[in-house]
């Protein structure tokens, strides 16, 4: 059982910039895929960026250029990088972790952004 903290959501203005850290524990090893998630009310949650043990990643095309994902393996926690945000990226942002024997969530943490 993986178990996952996010810290980091807050209200921030357009333009500007956040940090979200995931913290990960219960986990043997280094976990094969880490992805960050965002939910808007009404809508379906949906993939913003994830990373793989090698460094591969992957990004939505709404957050490229904007939003960098990190992982420290050392530290069990993982980062999303939120630059130049705007309204469109408010929403609960959730962290992910998929392992061999299943998949884990954390429980989100709200991010604001104000026009």
């Known amino acids: 059982q993986v178990q996952l903290v996010e810290l980091g959501g807050g209200l921030v203005q357009s333009g500007g910039s956040l940090r979200l850290s995931c913290v990960a524990s219960?986990?043997?090893?280094?976990?094969?895929?880490l992805a960050w998630y965002r939910q808007v009310p009404g809508k379906e949650r949906e993939l913003v960026a994830n990373?793989?043990?090698?460094?591969?990643?992957n990004y939505a095309d709404s957050v490229k250029g904007r939003f960098t994902i990190s992982r420290d393996d050392a530290k069990n926690t993982l980062y999303l990088q939120m630059n130049s945000l705007k309204p469109g990226d408010t929403a609960v942002y959730y962290c992910?972790?998929?392992?061999?024997?299943?998949?884990?969530w954390g429980q989100g943490t709200q991010v604001t952004v104000s026009s």
């Open positions: 992910k972790a998929s392992l061999r024997s299943g998949s884990f």
């Open positions: 219960g986990n043997r090893n280094s976990i094969p895929i």
């Open positions: 990373i793989d043990t090698v460094g591969m990643m």
